[in-house]
């Protein structure tokens, strides 16, 4: 047991050196080379349910979706994106139609697609305003085409693991290579950089700070999603522009292990999960 | 913009809310003689700051409110059981009776519970307390002691609706004394005691700084069996006004500052009316939260009654709290 939890404990050690290194080095680079080694050519396209009222907006995964956007923008020349197709509080028609308008022939871009929404155990999409109505992904998809492989979904809700268990996500979205933010029974949890607890992001956490401060807009109330923070640690480790599924792959594997990072320095309690499908070994 | 013209919106609430709430108490205040009589039972003071049901009402309404200022938000409002807290706590409350053959007397308490969050933004929490209290008191040159031990109680619910939020607690006390006097003979008195407190409020948060405000209507009903008859009922209402503020200065401190205002708006007194209470007083103080992990915190607070007429009181708390 003891050289088990000897190992385990170097590991750490060793991936948490190296992730400070490559991220004063990445930092170094980034302020270096703005445009990145390659430029590469990105389709965005995002639908966030998420006024759900009283409170309870998912305003920190709107800021997750721009933040999103800055990196493909810095990755790609030239330095500006905008959304192809962006839906917020669709209604479960209005969602369906998003799906199905995204492109299914190859047009040259990796097409990124961000999805954040209140998400149930079971695997349901909750709608916002009147909707008053969980509805299915077997719902959702069914009428969907399978999705190419040049396609990279970032699903960004609680308890996202579950679709990986639900036959009609393997059947659709299989081909694509998915970000998954947290475990079956996990919550994803919202990150506020304006208050020192539970978590002090900006001092423990200085470059992304920095970076999101600079790359959101000004009246950013410092909001984010667990995963957008996980996904702007790894963008800033990263100097070349993932295209192919190889470099996705690669790149979806920096961000688990900067959500294991954040476990291990930061905060176990406002993390969760994040893994890749399918999975990749 | 939208978030500047809410924060607009939310500052301009709390004001209105802050002084329609005053300006209801103000008008109470001037427009309720103030109440000559009491059922001021030796042992069972219901009047008296220190009393214990009072006390734990008002903390059981401001743990919800901090819970809710607490809460981190997450993508899945689907669960009925979100965010479970286990605390324990322990208060120490010393009072003085300013008045002529008025009772001393020391409050030890002790109180565990838990809370959580639940669908609809909703807060639930649960609450036992027990009291042993300890008083004497000079009486023509004899000394009378009193001491008394209390069991209480109380569950509450908060609904939150964004800034603003309303609930309810309600609560059970029971209360056993046992007056005893120089020539050694004893007087007991069991006190059942019922408490309803409905309250709304208002609260904001922004990065390091939050506060709240809650005016609250504790409502109680005490019916008293004595060994030596007659028996008797009595009931009151009591106006609070909860305040508190507090600051995140590093990621394991807080502190945080406390001012409620207490008002008897009206009492119903039935036995011993002998003696006169305070109707109208301030508890402030600081306290101070320290995280020892992410999981588990300790607090310490400090409270000390100003205004009243009758009693000199102060209160020490400390307590400790699990997040699972």
């Known amino acids: 047991m003891l050289p088990k939890q000897l190992g385990h404990g170097v590991v750490v050690v060793l991936l948490t050196v190296a992730a400070q290194f490559t991220e004063a080095v990445a930092s170094e680079q980034h302020k270096v080379s703005p445009g990145r080694v390659q430029a590469a050519d990105y389709f965005f396209a995002d639908a966030i349910s998420s006024d759900y009222g009283w409170g309870r907006s998912l305003r920190g995964w709107e800021a997750t979706s721009l933040a999103v956007q800055a990196t493909l923008a810095e990755w790609q020349s030239p330095l500006q994106l905008k959304p192809a197709l962006t839906v917020r509080d669709p209604s479960p028609v209005g969602l369906k139609q998003f799906l199905a308008q995204l492109p299914r022939a190859d047009i040259g871009k990796t097409q990124v697609i961000y999805l954040a929404a209140q998400h149930t155990q079971r695997g349901d999409w909750q709608f916002t305003g009147n909707v008053n109505a969980d509805i299915t992904w077997n719902d959702l998809l069914q009428s969907t085409p399978p999705l190419p492989p040049f396609r990279v979904v970032i699903l960004d809700i609680c308890h996202a693991a579950v679709v990986a268990t639900l036959p009609v996500w393997t059947e659709k979205m299989a081909a694509a290579t998915t970000l998954l933010a947290s475990g079956s029974d996990e919550y994803t949890w919202e990150l506020d950089f304006s208050n020192r607890q539970p978590v002090d992001l900006p001092a423990q956490f200085p470059a992304a700070t920095a970076w999101l401060k600079r790359h959101l807009p000004v009246t950013w109330d410092g909001r984010l999603s667990y995963l957008g923070l996980i996904w702007v640690q790894a963008f800033l480790q990263t100097s070349h522009p993932p295209q192919t599924t190889d470099d996705w792959q690669a790149f979806f594997r920096r961000c688990i292990l900067e959500s294991l990072r954040f476990q291990e320095e930061a905060s176990r309690q406002r993390a969760s999960t994040v893994s890749q499908f399918p999975a990749v070994p | ?289 320290y995280n020892f992990t992410e999981k588990f915190y300790a607090y310490a607070a400090y409270t000390i009654d100003l205004g009243s007429q009758t009693y000199d009181n102060q209160q020490v708390t400390a307590g400790a709290a699990f997040n699972f």
């Open chain 2, 1 to 289: 913009m939208r978030n500047e013209n809410s924060n607009k919106k939310m500052i301009m609430s709390l004001c209105i809310l802050s002084a329609g709430a005053l300006l209801g108490a103000a008008a109470l205040a001037s427009g309720t003689p103030p109440p000559t009589s009491v059922p001021d039972s030796p042992g069972y003071t219901p009047y008296n700051p220190a009393s214990a049901s009072l006390i734990e009402t008002r903390a059981a309404n401001q743990r919800l409110i901090d819970k809710r200022l607490k809460k981190v938000q997450h993508a899945d409002s689907d669960s009925w059981f979100q965010t479970p807290s286990a605390f324990g706590e322990y208060w120490f409350n010393a009072t003085r009776d300013k008045r002529q053959d008025g009772f001393g007397s020391s409050l030890n308490s002790g109180v565990i519970g838990m809370n959580f969050q639940t669908k609809g933004d909703v807060g639930i929490g649960l609450q036992l307390n027990y009291g042993s209290n300890g008083g004497n008191a000079n009486i023509a040159g004899s000394t009378f002691n009193n001491d008394s031990n209390n069991v209480g109680l109380t569950l509450s619910a908060m609904k939150s609706f964004g800034w603003f939020f309303m609930g309810l607690s309600g609560g059970y006390d029971y209360n056993n004394s046992w007056l005893t006097t120089p020539v050694g003979a004893r007087l007991t008195t069991r006190v059942d005691g019922y408490n309803l407190a409905p309250f709304i409020g208002a609260m904001y948060a922004k990065g390091n700084f939050s506060a709240s405000v809650a005016p609250t209507l504790v409502m109680r009903w005490q019916a008293f069996e004595n060994n030596t008859p007659p028996n008797d009922r009595s009931s009151d209402r009591t106006f609070v006004l909860m305040n508190q503020a507090a600051y995140n200065v590093t990621q394991k401190l807080a502190v945080a500052m406390t001012a409620n205002w207490t008002r008897v708006i009206d009492n119903y007194p039935t036995r011993q009316p002998q003696l006169y209470a305070s109707n109208n007083w301030f508890t402030i103080g600081p306290k101070i939260n």
